[in-house]
């Protein structure tokens, strides 16, 4: 095999010791997701065809690619998405990076809701994807429910809507209401939105917390969830470069114990939440049991804490008083 021709072996091989060299902690991952990344194949399509030889389209976009990782740039910043639950969402610079503790927050938001139970009459949704993708439909078109009968739920602090696009594609009695204070979270959860089929399920709000919903829905609200900046300030100097260099400061620094914007979140829910509507906030694995002391003596009820998938106090759950949903 002639030196100037590099296949899918010879790229990896070789975007591996260059990372491990500049101080990437998982370097072989790291390579496997730009490589796969920027061919558009599945990593275990890597692997089937390692003797591929790459074009020299190919070969360029990779040297970008694994530059910018050996200065630190996040994986998904660089490859412009992340795959969240079922679905696959845009993220860049200025918007915080969906992450897997973030998935935990959905299945638990998702538990408080009454179970999804198709519309009479509605298509399912693997239906609606094949004939959207055979031209017969938009990919949008989805049923609506009518106003009365969908779930209304807030998702705070929206930065990609990674959260409400979750809850609308797996919920579909979900009315989503997202807001954010960041124009780019607010343009980039857009995007997602529309990439989904979901710009009739999902609205987005600019503006700080709830401040910017309708105060005439307040106390109608089944769900109130958020992914707020939850970091106490001492210990952002010692998050990662990755972390630290890149992603909004904004979305992090969550105050001195971490709770400063939970605990106007909690105000706002005492307001939006009707009586047995639920909430589910994910925050600092320090700080689950002052939040869930201060959510008592809101007078909420069915206060929970769960752990995420490294075993970290992680969600707090509970009810507005009331008769509880029914599951």
Known sequence: MADDIWTVRR???????????HGDDKPRASAQW???????VSKMQLFIDLERPLTPEERTTLRDYTRRRAAGEPL?????TVDFRHITV???PGVLIPRPETEVLVSEALALLPAAEKPQGALDREVLAQLAELGEIEAGDL?????????????ICTGSGCVACSIAYEHPHTRILATDISPDAIALAAENRSDL????????FECDLGEGIDRALLGTF?????????????????LSAEVSDYEPALALDGGADGLDVFRRLLAWCELALKPGGAFAFELHETCLDTA???????????????????????VLTGRAAGKATVR
């Open 292 to 314: 869930a002391d201060e959510a008592g003596r809101a007078g909420f009820c069915e206060i929970r804490t769960i752990s995420d998938l490294a075993g970290r106090p992680r």
């Open 11 to 21: 790229i990896l091989e070789w975007i591996e010791g260059y990372l491990a060299q």
């Open 76 to 80: 998904q910043y660089i490859t412009g």
């Open 143 to 155: 049923p609506d429910l009518p106003s009365e009968e969908a779930l209304l739920v807030a998702d």
């Open 90 to 92: 845009k993220v860049r």
């Open 34 to 40: 730009l490589v796969s990344e920027a061919l558009g």
């Open 197 to 204: 089929g979901l710009d009739n399920r999902i609205e987005l």
């Open 222 to 238: 089944d769900l109130v969830v958020s992914n707020p900046p939850y970091i106490p300030t001492d210990e952002l100097s010692t």
